[in-house]
């Protein structure tokens, strides 16, 4: 074990000698204000808690030696002479040279595992057993059945809205079997197959999209706005960015209680371009929040193109902005994103940090039921990605090669989540929905007397005009 003391001598905080770099750097030296570099993580490199002391802090950075001067405003030399200035925050260089920091650099480049041939590129990566990786292709094809056939389902009038997640399979699975039950997520509206991976059950998709009275929801939410407590789901709103914010809170709040679990929040490019999203990258680096932030940058928000929306090379690099680690990913290779999400989950809990993966991919459907693409993006380029680059077809070709899957494999799956999905939606169909009382439960212990008023006054009126409402209105 390594002990190390805070400039003040009060706090004592002790390292497991696995923990990795920063564990290694003497606190108490300027050499903390160096470079993060690149390195791997132990699989026990757990910084442990504060011992106890006079008084105590919520939380100590491991990044600089203090925020306050020595001297206020003073120069130091060093011993190659050039001058330095020891500022709040850490020590700053001099230089003579009149030079502004460019606007744009050379692209980041995108990690990824897989060819378009599902062949391996290399074989430094996360092994990934047998059992796991038939699991994550059968919940990528219930996944993409899914949504079509509720997709369909919209279309015929039977629900009232619908997303699906065509081309971004392998975030939603791979991003989900990298993480554990303990783990809480914040997602968007378009991570559906991460709560189908928790064991949320199709029956479960199918009621919440009808809104009957067995839904979590009680039918108060807009279908594919889904929510479980029991699966560390929390409930998708549809507002922008929202989430990401809510997504750090959580996290401190694990790191506080000395829980051996991260929070992950989903969002696109651009939920990246909502106020909430910088705040939430500064605060998450500032009180070292266990927490992902996976921004899925399919191209476009709703119908506004990235080239609209920054001029930034992307979202990674305000990762870095910010002094949160970053990492792009190939979204639509599925052991690429299982890969960068398993070590990212290592840092955020074992170094207590924020991590941000910006998944590059593309959103091969529309938007959402509301919406057609096909106004606003070229009908040849929508069907390369669909076909060309289909994460599900890639990670079937490497299924193949080790042997794991074959056609007889591929048909008798694809012939059972049909009559699955199916099923579901005949059986969600029957159930009755919730009882008109359910308009005006579950916020207050004791309703105030406004909402008694709304309530009684909608039932005279449901009463009044019976004629207008189905005969099986639940009121």
Not at 51 to 64: G, K
Request: glycine share 6%.
């Amino acid at each position: 074990m390594a002990f190390y003391v805070s400039k003040s001598g009060k706090y004592l905080r002790h390292f497991n000698q696995k923990i990795g770099f920063h564990a290694m750097i003497n606190l108490t030296s300027r050499a903390a204000c160096s470079s993060h570099e690149h390195y791997s993580v132990s699989e026990n490199s757990r910084i442990t808690h504060l011992l106890p002391c006079n008084r105590p802090t919520l939380f100590i950075s491991r990044r600089f030696v203090s925020i306050k001067p020595d001297k206020q405003l003073d120069y130091l030399d060093d011993r190659g002479g050039s001058q330095v200035l020891n500022f709040p925050g850490g020590i700053v260089k001099f230089t003579q040279e009149l030079k502004f920091l460019s606007e744009s650099t050379e692209r980041v480049p995108c990690y990824r595992v897989l060819d378009d041939r599902g062949q391996l590129l290399s074989n430094d990566c996360v092994q990934i057993d047998k059992n796991i990786a038939v699991k994550m292709y059968k919940d990528m094809v219930m996944l993409q059945t899914m949504d079509s056939t509720f997709y369909e389902a919209q279309r015929q009038g039977r629900i009232s809205f619908y997303v699906t997640s065509i081309g971004e399979e392998a975030i939603n699975i791979s991003s989900a079997a990298a993480l554990t039950m303990d783990d809480f997520v914040f997602p968007q509206y378009r991570e559906a197959g991460v709560l189908l991976w928790r064991g949320f059950t199709l029956q479960d998709f199918a009621n919440q999209c009808f809104g009957n009275k067995v839904d979590n929801g009680k039918g108060r939410q807009m279908p594919a706005h889904y929510g479980s407590k029991k699966h560390n789901y929390i409930t998708v709103a549809s507002t922008v960015g929202t989430q990401v914010l809510h997504a750090v809170g959580a996290a401190y709040a694990l790191k506080m209680d000395g829980k051996d679990a991260c929070t992950i929040t989903y969002f696109g490019d651009g939920g990246s371009s909502t106020g909430d999203f910088h705040a939430a990258l500064n605060f998450a680096a500032v009180v070292e929040a266990p927490v992902i932030f996976f921004c899925r940058n399919n191209g476009w928000a709703i119908s506004t193109p990235v080239s609209d929306q920054f001029r930034s090379d992307g979202i990674v690099v305000r990762g870095q902005a910010y002094g949160v680690r970053s990492i792009r990913v190939y979204g639509n290779d599925a052991l690429a994103v299982f890969n960068a999400v398993h070590v990212a989950r290592k840092m955020a809990i074992n170094e207590s940090r924020p991590v941000l993966i910006e998944a590059l991919t593309y959103r091969a459907g529309h938007h959402s039921t509301s919406d057609d693409s096909s106004k606003y993006r070229p009908i040849k380029e929508i069907e390369w990605w669909r076909l060309a680059q289909d994460p599900v077809a890639r990670f079937r070709k490497w299924l193949e090669g080790d042997g794991w899957w074959d056609s007889q494999a591929e048909f008798e799956l694809r012939e059972a989540t049909r009559k699955e999905v199916l099923h579901a939606i005949q059986v969600a169909e029957k159930i009755e929905k919730p009882g008109f009382e359910e308009m005006f439960s579950d916020v207050y212990d004791v309703p105030p007397s406004n909402l008694c008023y709304q309530e009684k006054s909608l039932r005279e009126t449901v009463e009044k005009h019976q004629k207008d409402y189905p005969p099986d209105f639940p009121y």
